[in-house]
């Protein structure tokens, strides 16, 4: 079954920067942050601008006025945010890290947060156009018009490099110190039991799969989350791509026979 999705948080890391503090007009933390892949974010006086260098956007965050004729910037938000919608579960987890979980009043399926820190009598069903979030994090920047702003929510993106993106969360509420400083922390934890892991007499052996019932598939997930996150535990799960014949459920059974463990992604249904 496919882990909380406040888990990739937990394991997060400031893998490619450092940063010198500098305090602009708007007591904005200036801060140089740049991911690959990923995003970067450069800090003016009076404005931000958040760059998903993957989706090819930019955000402006402003605190006072919102600026003009800024190039690239085509969507503003004055900052701090006070209002958050989210159509994907994993901005919730992010949300909570940053102390900021009451900041949520909608989501797509309030039901589906496992965050249990959430009031979810509280959150609302997010609606088109709801006009009570000054913003929406979604997987599609054109989910909600203006609001909108892309988080990545796909398996192509190691635990690490998604866990990231908390950090360009953090900047709509002028959390990037925070961010900075639980990253610092996470980042010395995780790399020091993945290392440790190194060490086991015997690697166990694991797969990640998934059954649909639309179409019927028997699948074994080899993206890179799955991989990275079975491999950082000290898990082998490399003799098996795939199998041929994702219909035949004998072929499945026969490819996973020889785990030791089997980490089941499908989705629960009433």
């Known amino acids: 079954m496919r882990s909380n999705v406040a888990f990739p948080v937990v394991l997060t890391a400031l893998l490619c920067c450092g940063a010198h503090i500098v305090l602009g007009a708007c007591n904005f933390a200036k801060t140089t942050i740049s991911t690959s892949p990923g995003f970067n974010i450069v800090v003016s006086d009076n404005y931000k601008v958040l760059n998903d260098t993957t989706a090819n956007i930019a955000y402006g965050l402003y605190c006072g006025s919102q ?6 910037v085509t969507r503003w938000f004055k900052v701090p945010v006070d209002s958050v919608g989210t159509r994907i579960p994993i901005a919730s987890g992010f949300l909570e890290a940053l102390g900021q979980r009451s900041k949520l009043v909608a989501a797509d399926f309030p039901a589906n947060l496992t965050n249990i820190c959430i009031d979810k009598s509280k959150v609302k069903t997010l609606g088109d156009s709801d006009t009570s979030v000054n913003v929406v994090f979604s997987n599609s920047a054109s989910s909600d018009e203006s609001k909108s ?15 990231e993106w908390i950090k360009f969360v953090a900047a709509f509420f002028n959390l990037e110190e925070q961010a900075s400083t639980l990253f610092d922390s996470i980042s ?5 039991h993945a290392d440790n892991m190194r060490y086991l007499k015997r690697a166990p052996h694991a797969y990640w799969v998934e059954y649909t019932d639309s179409p019927t598939t028997y699948q074994i997930i080899t993206s890179a989350y799955q991989k990275s996150l079975l491999a950082s535990a000290g898990a082998t799960n490399a003799s098996t791509d795939g199998v041929a014949d994702n219909t035949n459920v004998a072929a499945f059974q026969a490819a996973v026979k020889d785990a030791d463990f089997v980490f089941d992604q499908t989705q629960l249904k009433k």
């Not at 600026?67 to 690239?72: D, K, L, R, S, V």
């Not at 702003?149 to 866990?163: I, K």
């Open 67 to 72: 600026p003009e004729n800024i190039n690239g």
């Open 149 to 163: 702003v892309r988080l990545p929510s796909d398996d192509s993106l190691t635990p690490l490099q998604r866990a």
């Open 188 to 192: 010395a934890a995780y790399t020091c």
